[in-house]
């Protein structure tokens, strides 16, 4: 029997001179002088199958570590293209035994290598085991009864995360094969573009735009309002620390015909693209400006310096000497206050004889 999908490749135990012979898990296997295997590499006693999948002492009964009189055999067999999902989807590792055989009773280990402990999923004499389990996956991972009568032993993975990306490990020690998925989780999310500023330089118009939460890194695109590539700046990547990237980019776009921008932001390898649109009014492009306005600003300005300049002077030489005319401004001064004085007497004068006049007044 063995695994669906890929190529598989056998190691064996032959006779003279062949290699020591190895567990179903790979392991080699120590042997006694009459050639029989004494012991397969156990860490414990709970049924928690080791770094190379061979299981406890309670299950050397079933045949998992073999003799040497019989041919060892490990199938390893790899899928070619990775398994694309996006955070948030539900997702199936494949791993299929053939011919289909009903594998409810039999031992399956569902692991990720890069994880410490690694045992994502765990099932043994019809029960799962939760004692090694990652607890990332707790409540995350399930096998379908019903499949496994056929033989499917393929992995149901709820609500993927980004952390999920990884290399899988489908092992099924009765039969002695190996079956490696590879994941790849991916995250998009909406663009925004905006107005940066102008830059006179070009009379051109800068724009951003910047998007959060993508994986892989990917990569932003301009174009006009015809689907034409616009020249842009280099892109800037941050990384956060949920393994997330963060990307921006600005260009400077020039008065045209049509003025609609697209920023585009995708990735390729998870198939993700995401973009926003921007119009910018005509009014926000800066005319080319003309050397002749500042030339005569210049010049006007050259003029009215040299003006002051010489009303300046001619104001020194017209000068009256000092001491005159402090004296003839306090002459005028106190004339001005007794004229002030004389008028405001004349006005009470009147108001007096008036009131007198309308008292007496028969």
Request: some cysteine; glycine content about 8%.
């Amino acid at each position: 029997m063995f695994l669906s999908a890929g190529v598989e490749k056998q190691s064996g135990f032959g006779d003279k001179g062949g290699s020591p012979p190895l567990s179903p898990a790979g392991n080699a296997v120590e042997a006694s002088p009459r050639g029989e295997p004494l012991k397969c590499g156990v860490k414990n006693v709970r049924g928690v199958i080791d770094d190379f999948g061979c299981l406890s002492k309670d299950l050397l009964a079933e045949n998992m570590c073999q003799s040497s009189d019989r041919q060892a055999r490990h199938s390893q067999i790899s899928p070619s293209q990775p398994l694309i999902a996006v955070a948030g989807d539900d997702v199936v590792l494949p791993c299929q035994l053939e011919p289909p055989v009903d594998a409810v009773q039999m031992t399956i280990e569902w692991g990720k290598p890069a994880l410490n402990p690694r045992f994502v999923f765990v099932r043994h004499n019809g029960q799962e085991l939760q004692t090694d389990q990652n607890t990332a996956y707790k409540g995350r991972v399930t096998l379908s009864i019903d499949k496994l009568k056929h033989g499917d032993v393929s992995l149901n993975l709820s609500k993927v995360k980004v952390s999920d990306s990884g290399r899988y490990r489908c092992y099924i020690p009765q039969q002695s094969k190996e079956y490696f998925v590879e994941l790849l989780v991916g995250a998009s999310s909406q663009p925004d573009a905006k107005l940066a500023g102008l830059d006179k330089a070009s009379s051109g118009v800068m724009l951003d735009c910047k998007s959060a939460g993508w994986y892989p890194e990917p990569e932003v695109i301009w174009m006009d309002g015809d689907g034409n590539l616009l020249s842009a700046g280099h892109t800037e990547a941050l990384r956060g620390p949920d393994d997330l990237y963060t990307v921006s980019s600005r260009v400077t776009v020039e008065k045209r015909q049509n003025n609609n921008i697209t920023c585009r932001v995708q990735q390729k390898n998870i198939n993700q693209s995401r973009e926003t649109h921007i119009h910018v009014p005509d009014d926000f492009f800066v005319a080319p400006a003309s050397c002749v306005v500042p030339v005569t600003f210049n010049v006007i300005f050259c003029f009215i310096f040299v003006l002051a300049v010489a009303i300046f002077m001619w104001k020194n030489k017209m000068k009256v000497p000092t001491t005159e005319c402090q004296t003839f401004l306090e002459d005028l001064g106190n004339k001005n206050g007794k004229l002030d004085e004389e008028l405001k007497a004349w006005e009470r004068n009147d108001v007096d004889d008036c009131v007198h006049m309308c008292l007496h007044f028969p």
